[in-house]
């Protein structure tokens, strides 16, 4: 069984439609952070499942232990309706971290396509040390007003992203007008050494399609999918 962590919530920033939680983590070595990784945070029992909900947060990072973490509220969600009941003082528990949507080594440059509450994962990944010197492309796909603001965003990124972006897309059920938005996303203006692709799974696997059809070496794209992820075949 994973191990459990804990962390301390010491404020909230309320945006419209969910909070920003501002945390600190009890012990930061034993969690092994590395930028761009999420924890799995434990909302208690579901009395829906009777079991425990467990569910993925991506940490923003403030400065050493402290982060920023969000969850966009999602209807009849347990997890992240738990997440935006939270307050000041209240303890969090999780295991983690996990993920490989991390830099591991140095690197010139790369792009980054967020979509919805993916964008939290760029942000993570934005303060990689590894990134230095590096040019940064950034998207952010979302819908207007939904999750965190469009000011948050650009004032967290603007300082790393040697290109910002910020593009409307349709909301997240209107499944077929998001398809043909991303089928319709020029990739070739994404250069990079490396690519990083997280949010809906519909832009995650379309994206990663056309790079790969545009030739780029499939180890240089690294994804997240926060939610629809395509069936494994
Ligand atoms: C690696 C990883 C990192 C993640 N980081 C974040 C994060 O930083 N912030 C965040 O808000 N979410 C994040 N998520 C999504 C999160 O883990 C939950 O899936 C989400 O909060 C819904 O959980 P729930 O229990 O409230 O609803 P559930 O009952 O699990 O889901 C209900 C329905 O909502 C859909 N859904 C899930 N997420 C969204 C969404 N963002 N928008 C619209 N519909 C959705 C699900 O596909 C499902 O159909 C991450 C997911 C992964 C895999």
Same mark, same amino acid.
């Given at each position: 069984?994973?191990?459990?962590?804990?962390?301390?919530?010491?404020?909230?920033?309320?945006?419209?439609?969910?909070?920003?939680? #501002? @945390?600190?983590? +009890? +012990? !930061? #070595?034993?969690?092994?952070?590395?930028?761009?990784?999420?924890?799995? =945070?434990?909302?208690?029992?579901?009395?829906?499942?009777?079991?425990?909900?467990?569910?993925?947060?991506? !940490?923003?990072?403030?400065?050493?232990?402290?982060?920023?973490?969000?969850?966009?509220?999602?209807?009849?969600?347990?997890? *992240?309706?738990?997440?935006?009941?939270?307050? =000041?003082?209240?303890?969090?528990?999780?295991?983690?971290?996990?993920?490989?949507?991390?830099?591991?080594?140095?690197?010139?440059?790369?792009?980054?396509?967020?979509?919805?509450?993916?964008?939290?994962?760029?942000?993570?990944?934005?303060?990689?040390?590894?990134?230095? +010197?590096?040019?940064?492309?950034?998207?952010?796909?979302?819908?207007?007003?939904? %999750?965190?603001?469009?000011?948050?965003?650009?004032?967290?990124?603007?300082?790393?992203? *040697?290109?910002?972006?910020?593009?409307? @897309? /349709?909301?997240?059920?209107?499944?077929?007008?998001?398809?043909?938005?991303?089928?319709?996303?020029? =990739?070739?203006?994404?250069?990079?050494?490396?690519?990083?692709?997280?949010?809906?799974?519909?832009? =995650?696997?379309?994206?990663?399609?056309?790079?790969?059809?545009?030739?780029?070496?499939?180890?240089? @794209?690294?994804? #997240?999918?926060? %939610?629809?992820? /395509? /069936?494994?075949?």
């Amino acid at each position: 069984m994973a191990k459990s962590h804990q962390a301390t919530v010491l404020s909230l920033l309320e945006f419209p439609h969910h909070n920003l939680l #501002e @945390i600190k983590v +009890d +012990d !930061l #070595e034993a969690i092994n952070y590395a930028a761009g990784k999420y924890i799995i =945070v434990n909302s208690g029992m579901n009395p829906g499942l009777d079991k425990l909900h467990k569910r993925a947060y991506t !940490l923003m990072p403030i400065d050493a232990d402290r982060f920023y973490l969000a969850a966009a509220r999602v209807d009849n969600g347990f997890g *992240s309706h738990y997440i935006n009941s939270l307050k =000041v003082s209240d303890r969090i528990e999780f295991s983690g971290c996990w993920g490989k949507f991390t830099l591991d080594e140095s690197v010139d440059s790369i792009s980054v396509v967020c979509s919805d509450t993916g964008i939290t994962a760029g942000m993570g990944l934005l303060s990689s040390q590894n990134l230095k +010197d590096a040019t940064c492309q950034i998207y952010w796909l979302r819908e207007r007003d939904r %999750f965190l603001s469009d000011s948050f965003v650009l004032e967290h990124l603007q300082k790393w992203a *040697s290109h910002l972006e910020i593009i409307d @897309i /349709p909301a997240i059920d209107n499944e077929t007008s998001r398809q043909d938005l991303f089928q319709s996303f020029d =990739v070739k203006s994404l250069r990079g050494q490396h690519h990083f692709l997280a949010g809906d799974g519909l832009m =995650v696997t379309s994206l990663r399609e056309k790079l790969e059809q545009n030739t780029v070496d499939p180890a240089n @794209i690294k994804q #997240e999918i926060f %939610f629809r992820k /395509p /069936p494994k075949t």
